[in-house]
Structure formats: structure tokens, C-alpha cells
């Protein structure tokens, strides 16, 4: 797990693929991609932020912790929407929030 320090900019990258291709490739959901960030304390910080397309199948989000950000770790989810179909994420990642 990463140790980033209070203070500092997380940046944030996902890959969505097409599992129904083999090898599954990237692609983009027609519906977008969201990104969910909880506190240590399990607080949704963001809920489903639309995150920005890099590339075909790449988004990435920045967050900007700041000095009175809670220290622990801070989990993240992802949920992707296909036509009708929502597919979430798990915890996807994590990293633990330092001193700075």
C-alpha cells in the first residue's frame, strides 16, 4: 500500500475492458465512469465523481488532500455503466494517508 503524504494530490487511474472479448480490451461505457473515495472512518469523501477520460478504456480522477485531511487508510471504488447494466467495483485500492 502507498504512503502518501497529507497534503498532496492523488491521482487516480482506471482501465475499463470488455471482458466479452478475448483477450478483453479497453473500452469506453456508454453510461461513464464514477469514482467513490472513503475516509479512513469508512466517510464517502466523493460519491460516484464522473471521472475524465485519458484514452479508448482510460479514466483517471485528481484529488487534492489538504492539511486537515484525516491520516489512515482511504479506500476507493469505481463503478462503470454499460446501456442498463451498472458494474461496480469492490474496494478497488487503497492508500494511507500520512503527516506531512
Known amino acids: 500500500m ?10 487516480v487511474e482506471v482501465e475499463i475492458r470488455d471482458t466479452t ?8 461505457p456508454d453510461g461513464g465512469v464514477f469514482f467513490t473515495l472513503k475516509d479512513p472512518l469508512g466517510v464517502d469523501v466523493l460519491t460516484l465523481a464522473p ?3 485519458k484514452s479508448t478504456g482510460v479514466y483517471i480522477y485528481r484529488y487534492q488532500t489538504v492539511g486537515a485531511s484525516l ?7 469505481f463503478k462503470a455503466v454499460q446501456g442498463v447494466a ?12 500520512v503527516a506531512d
Open 51 to 53: 471521472m475524465t477520460k
Open 21 to 28: 472479448t478475448s483477450p478483453t480490451s479497453l473500452m469506453d
Open 71 to 77: 491520516l489512515g487508510v482511504w479506500s476507493m471504488e
Open 2 to 11: 502507498n504512503a502518501i503524504r497529507r497534503g498532496t494530490e492523488i491521482y
Open 86 to 97: 451498472n458494474h461496480f467495483s469492490r474496494i478497488m485500492g487503497a492508500f494511507e494517508l
